[in-house]
């Protein structure tokens, strides 16, 4: 059958139209009468749009040329994780190892299919927002990201909030801790020994960093008074040497990497799945890590893996072990950081500031006073001052022990027993004491 232009279709459209046979518009176009019909009859059957020629063998869906063994691997991994995108699969056919030899679908393949199969999930429009003046990452480890995200019910397991922490140079994804939470309905939110563990085991894994960036959560910031002290998560972070940064007020895209990574482990390891224990829960996260730093491509970086991008990021630029972090911690930096700054209180009925979580008597004398408060490295005292009333007190809370929170506690015992039932702090200390065990075997 020769070819045609879409003009001469159009043409044998027009002259069907106005009632010539087949055989008559043949001879006026000199071309075969088989043509003709089959060209008047997609005119007739789907208007002017049938008649654009489509090349090439007919359209059977995205995957029709590959194996069903391979399709319905693919299938069957969508269906068990509905989060997984087309790089995702493409990825996994690469890894598993399942096809030897055979050639794989393109990304483009891929995500064809994965629209075709009307799961393609819907992505808005969106910006960036002007970042913030800030210290720009130059090198794996210098700043990381840490943040949680909302709470989430996982049936058998209870309600968990997965916290993130992320290397801003590499995006390697460093930790996703599932924070529990409560059993059937949130009962408490994230605390400092929380987030204590789960630094600790990316400390275990990657090192200290120079800084962390976070949000304002009342844990890093004490985001009640307008002349805050550091928290206690804070000076324990100074007293490792990591210097503690803030995102603006309200801007999230601030830490805007380990937002976006929030997304990601929802789809790559939530969506679809069941965790019969919180173990299994946290030891699926560990495997899919290393997935998502050695294997899935990622945009940032020319749709190379985090850690081929940057093997160096593999290296610690600070070790850190469990049994060191008495050793590590030094009270000299807190103690810089706390001189430099000052902070107001008004005094009580009976002459008491609270300052840091710990209350401060002064006497009858400074009632309801406006007083100033400024910290003496020499000595490690608080200086109150209002008008002609002055007094030096020890600062409270403030030793090594009381910067490691319940690691301490297991640090200075050999031998030691919870008491039942286990309570969450009770909980945590068992599992620092794991922790320092598998490091010292």
């Known amino acids: 059958m020769a070819a045609t232009s879409l003009r001469e279709r159009m043409l044998i459209k027009e002259l069907a139209e106005q009632g010539l046979q087949d055989r008559r518009i043949a001879e006026q176009m000199q071309m075969s009468v088989h043509t003709v019909r089959k060209w008047r009859r997609k005119g007739q059957r789907l208007g002017c749009t049938g008649l654009y020629s489509r090349m090439g063998r007919p359209q059977q869906g995205a995957l029709s040329s590959f194996p069903r063994a391979l399709v319905a691997q693919i299938q069957g991994w969508r269906r068990s994780h509905p989060g997984w995108g087309p790089k995702t699969l493409r990825t996994e056919l690469e890894v598993s190892g399942l096809f030897p030899g055979q050639k794989l679908p393109s990304l483009s393949a891929l995500t064809r299919w994965v629209q075709e199969s009307g799961a393609a999930r819907s992505y808005h429009k969106h910006s960036e927002l002007p970042k913030p003046a800030a210290s720009v ?172 991008a940057s093997p160096q990021a593999a290296i610690p630029r600070r070790p850190y072990r469990s049994e060191w972090e008495a050793d590590l911690l030094d009270l000299s930096r807190v103690h810089a950081y706390l001189a430099d700054l000052q902070w107001f209180r008004k005094a009580s009925n009976v002459g008491a500031v609270s300052l840091g979580g710990q209350v401060y008597c002064l006497g009858i004398a400074w009632k309801h006073v406006e007083v100033t408060i400024t910290f003496d490295p020499v000595d490690a005292s608080l200086v109150f001052s209002s008008r002609d009333l002055h007094k030096r007190l020890p600062i409270q809370k403030l030793s090594s022990a009381d910067l490691m929170g319940n690691l301490a506690v297991f640090a200075a015992k050999v031998n030691f027993q919870l008491a039942l039932p286990f309570s969450m702090a009770d909980w945590q200390t068992a599992f620092n004491a794991g922790l320092l065990r598998d490091m010292t075997l």
């Open 137 to 308: 990452a130059l090198a794996c480890h210098e700043e990381w990201e840490m943040d949680a995200r909302g709470h989430e019910k996982i049936p058998e397991v209870g309600v968990i909030a997965l916290i993130q922490v992320n290397d801003v140079y590499s995006k390697v994804k460093l930790m996703s801790y599932p924070c529990w939470v409560g059993e059937k309905r949130l009962t408490r939110h994230p605390t400092t020994e929380d987030y204590q563990t789960v630094l600790r085991l990316a400390f275990l894994q990657w090192g200290l960093p120079e800084r962390l960036a976070v949000d304002h959560e009342s844990v890093f910031f004490d985001n009640l008074s307008k002349s805050p002290f550091p928290t206690r998560f804070h000076l324990w972070l100074t007293a490792l040497g990591i210097q503690l940064t803030f995102g603006r007020m309200g801007r999230p895209t601030d830490q805007a990497m380990t937002e976006r990574s929030h997304q990601t482990w929802q789809h790559q390891v939530l969506e679809g799945q069941r965790f019969e224990t919180w173990r299994q829960l946290f030891q699926a996260l560990e495997q899919r890590r290393d997935f998502l730093n050695r294997f899935l491509p990622c945009a940032t970086l020319n749709e190379t893996p985090p850690l081929v």
